[in-house]
């Protein structure tokens, strides 16, 4: 898995005041990569989990107080029934002795989210909902979208201020400078802006 796709996830998470540990940084020689689980993060605000929701939002975060979070940033992939069915090694961190060691970052207090971060799931409501389906009988206890978290960040971000403790931060501040990123909620006034001057 890519720094970048490390660097996003971490970014979001802190960004909603979560502590952040990576479990190693580092490659076992006999174990592969995608056998541990990337990082364990807490919310020191939240009381207790109570998320109903199974594609996390950015507002359901602040009922997740614990959980361990592996990132699949396969980027051209779209996690359909058929790419879950055909690539177990998804699945490898819900296995007992990975959660088990995972888990111990925590204690044995409160109960522990497992979160798949994922590039996509299928755009229509009955594919979607098989993937689902699928990732729940596994043991995924929720999963959360790429484009969510980038969305996030976005928003996030002010062109007047420099983040320079984070390259990823200040790479999306220079892109909103220049105006080839702009806010979600400022795209519709922007398209339109963008024919008026086309038509003139």
């Known amino acids: ?47 207790r989990t109570t998320t109903d929701n199974f594609i996390l939002a950015s507002a359901d975060l602040k009922n997740v107080c614990k959980a361990i979070v592996v990132i699949k940033a396969w980027h051209t992939e779209t996690f359909s029934l ?66 969510t978290m ?3 960040l976005i928003d996030s971000i002010e062109i007047n201020r420099n983040y320079q403790k984070s390259d990823l931060l200040q790479i999306i501040r220079i892109l909103k400078n220049y105006e080839l990123l702009r806010d979600s909620q400022l795209e519709l006034f922007g398209a339109k802006r963008r024919k008026k001057k086309s038509t003139e």
């Open 82 to 147: 058929t790419v879950l069915t055909h690539a177990p090694e998804i699945f490898r961190f819900v296995d007992p002795a990975v959660f088990k060691q995972a888990a111990k970052a925590f204690g044995e207090d409160g109960s522990l989210l497992k979160i798949l971060v994922v590039p996509s799931l299928p755009q229509t409501s009955a594919a979607r909902n098989q993937s689902v389906e699928l990732l729940r009988g596994k043991g995924v206890d929720a999963v959360l979208p790429f484009r």
């Open 150 to 152: 980038l969305a996030d």
């Open 1 to 47: 898995m890519s720094a970048v796709a490390e660097a996003i996830v971490r970014e979001y998470f802190e960004l909603h005041g979560f502590f952040v540990r990576q479990g190693r940084k580092y490659l076992a020689p006999a174990k592969r990569e995608d056998d541990q689980v990337d990082f364990s993060v807490f919310n020191p605000r939240c009381d």
